[in-house]
């Protein structure tokens, strides 16, 4: 992806999550979180992300924006979905730019298959919006 960004180690307990995962699922999700943070360097009023656990899944958060979560589950085991929050209205505007390219999924979901080249110009827009959706929201 961008050779520019230095991203940040994984934390421990983030990594032995990561390292769970199958390994198709968890070269998907390790090229998603460094979407997020090569996102986040293009967007200065994201200020710095936190990469944590939330309900047992990697989660990245800022002040700036909602919390991106990427998750496997062998409920769906040939997925991964880049989560947001269900009260933002983030699906709807990604519905609005997005719908005949990015399989979007209730109030909350990109799902994208496994093995399947990551659509790189629709997620970066997309991740882009959550990480500055706070900031977004409170100028209107």
């Not at 230095?6 to 990594?15: D, E, G, H, M, Y």
């Not at 080249?117 to 929201?137: D, N, Q, V, W």
């Amino acid at each position: 992806m961008g050779a520019s960004v230095t991203l940040p180690n994984i934390p421990a307990a983030v990594k032995a999550v990561y390292n769970r995962y199958p390994k198709p699922a968890r070269i998907q999700l390790l090229k998603l979180r460094d979407l997020v943070f090569e996102t986040a360097e293009t967007l200065p009023e994201t200020g710095p992300i936190t990469e944590t656990l939330k309900w047992g899944e990697p989660s990245y958060l800022n002040k700036a924006g909602t919390t991106i979560r990427l998750a496997w589950s062998d409920k769906r085991p040939d997925v991964v979905g880049l989560f947001v929050n269900c009260q933002t209205s983030l699906l709807d505007d990604w519905r609005e730019h997005y719908s005949e390219t990015l399989d979007l999924i209730g109030n909350r979901e990109i799902r994208l298959p496994l093995g399947a080249p990551l659509p790189l110009e629709p997620l970066r827009h997309c991740i882009a919006m959550a990480l500055t959706y706070k900031s977004r929201k409170d100028e209107k």
